[in-house]
Nanobody, 134 residues
Framework: QVQLVESGGGLAQPGGALRLSCAGS????????LAWFRQAPGKEREGVAC???????YYGDAVKGRFTISRDNARNTLNLQMNGLKPKDPAVYYC????????????????????????????WGQGAQVTISP
C-alpha cells in the first residue's frame, strides 16, 4: 500500500525559507512521478511542483524561481525547498504520487497534465501546514 507522510512544515517569516519532506513507503519511489500541491482556506487546490521519474520538473507559476522540488529515490523521499516565502504561500501542502504509465509512447503525467484537476494521483499525504508570520 502506497503511503506518504509529509514533514517539515511550520512558521516562517516573509522572505524566509522552509523545507518540506515527504517520506514514501510501500512502493518503489523510482517508479513514480511525484508532486506537491497546496490548498489555502477557501481556495482551490493549486499545483506547486512536480518531478517525474526521469527528474523532469514542472512548477506552478506562483512559485517559479523560489521553490525547488527534488527527490531521493534511495531514501524514498520527496523534498520541497521553499525560499523567498511570501504572504500568499501559507497553505496546507500535500505530496502526491502516481505510478508512471505511458499512452502512445508518452507519459500520462507530463507538463500538460500534472496540474490538471482531472488527473488522479494514486496516493496523497495527510498534509503539512505552512504559515507565514505577519
Amino acid at each position: 500500500q502506497v503511503q506518504l507522510v509529509e514533514s517539515g512544515g511550520g512558521l516562517a517569516q516573509p522572505g524566509g525559507a522552509l523545507r518540506l519532506s515527504c517520506a514514501g513507503s510501500g512502493f518503489t519511489l523510482g517508479d513514480y512521478a511525484l508532486a506537491w500541491f497546496r490548498q489555502a482556506p477557501g481556495k482551490e487546490r493549486e499545483g506547486v511542483a512536480c518531478i517525474t521519474n526521469n527528474y523532469e520538473t514542472y512548477y506552478g507559476d506562483a512559485v517559479k524561481g523560489r521553490f525547488t522540488i527534488s527527490r531521493d529515490n534511495a531514501r524514498n523521499t520527496l523534498n520541497l525547498q521553499m525560499n523567498g516565502l511570501k504572504p500568499k504561500d501559507p497553505a496546507v501542502y500535500y505530496c502526491a504520487a502516481d505510478r508512471v504509465t505511458y499512452s502512445f509512447g508518452q507519459a500520462t503525467l507530463n507538463e500538460a497534465t500534472w496540474n490538471s484537476i482531472d488527473y488522479e494521483y494514486e496516493a496523497w499525504g495527510q498534509g503539512a501546514q505552512v504559515t507565514i508570520s505577519p
